[in-house]
């Protein structure tokens, strides 16, 4: 299958900081790129959806000047969770799709740890 | 509310056997259908699809069922390795390829050598 990569796998910051993730396309061109978030115990709940070259469209409830994405290339696309707080603490996965597929490949997810 | 439902938490199985994961959906829209499995600290893995076109799809030791009058699908995996042992989402979406994959909760398999 396609790989994608996700980075970091980890991170702790402090409240109030921003945090960035990336999530990179590194066999195949992503025109589409997903950001979930996972709670523990729960389900995988999708954020937004980024097309490459345009703005990302936000599911309901989603913040979209907390949750910067940026999906400035076929193969990038990036996460930022602004003035992060202990709730914004969670597992958070990218999934990416080419052009025409019907599956799409996913990231080896971020903890993100707001202290 | 929850359009997809895995309502078995865990499931132990002996190596070798059969294991059967189950998952239930409301949304009737639903046409397509996917089975993840994920490790911790990893995402998660595709593992089959199905379409609502088809009532089974198999792939190596594994198998999945769609019974769209009971809108209910599982997975079998047989013969079950340790290897196997992680958590296996299953994943909906009223459209082939769209945007928003609908998960359940997962059911962690631990397969006993």
């Known amino acids: 299958g396609a790989v994608v990569s996700q980075h970091p796998s980890w991170v702790i910051c402090k409240s109030g900081t921003s945090v960035k993730i990336e999530c990179r396309s590194l066999?195949?061109?992503?025109?589409?790129m997903f950001w979930y978030r996972q709670f523990p115990k729960q389900s995988l709940m999708l954020m937004a959806t980024?097309?490459?070259?345009?703005?990302?469209?936000?599911e309901q409830g989603v913040e979209k000047d907390k949750f910067l994405i940026n999906h400035a290339s076929l193969t990038l696309s990036t996460l930022t969770v602004t003035s992060a707080h202990p709730e914004d603490s969670s597992f958070y996965i990218c999934s990416a799709r080419g052009q025409g597929w019907t599956e799409a490949f996913f990231g080896q997810g971020t903890r993100l740890t707001v202290v | 509310d929850q359009q997809v439902k895995q309502n078995s938490p865990s499931l132990s199985v002996q190596e070798g056997r059969i294991s059967i994961l189950n998952c239930d959906y409301t949304?009737?829209?639903?046409?397509?259908f996917l089975w993840y499995k994920k490790y911790p600290a990893e995402g998660p893995t595709f593992l089959i699809s199905?379409?609502?076109?088809?009532d089974k799809n198999e792939d190596g030791r594994f198998t999945v069922f769609l019974n769209k009058s009971a809108k209910h699908l599982s997975l079998h995996i047989v013969p079950s390795q340790p290897g196997d042992s992680a958590v296996y989402f299953c994943?909906?979406?009223?459209?082939?390829?769209?945007?928003?994959?609908?998960f359940g909760t997962g059911t962690r398999l631990t397969v006993i050598p």
């Open positions: 199905i379409s609502s076109i088809k």
């Open positions: 066999d195949f061109q992503a025109t589409t």
């Open positions: 980024s097309n490459e070259g345009s703005k990302a469209t936000y």
């Open positions: 994943a909906a979406s009223a459209q082939t390829g769209a945007n928003n994959l609908f």
């Open positions: 949304n009737s829209m639903f046409d397509y």
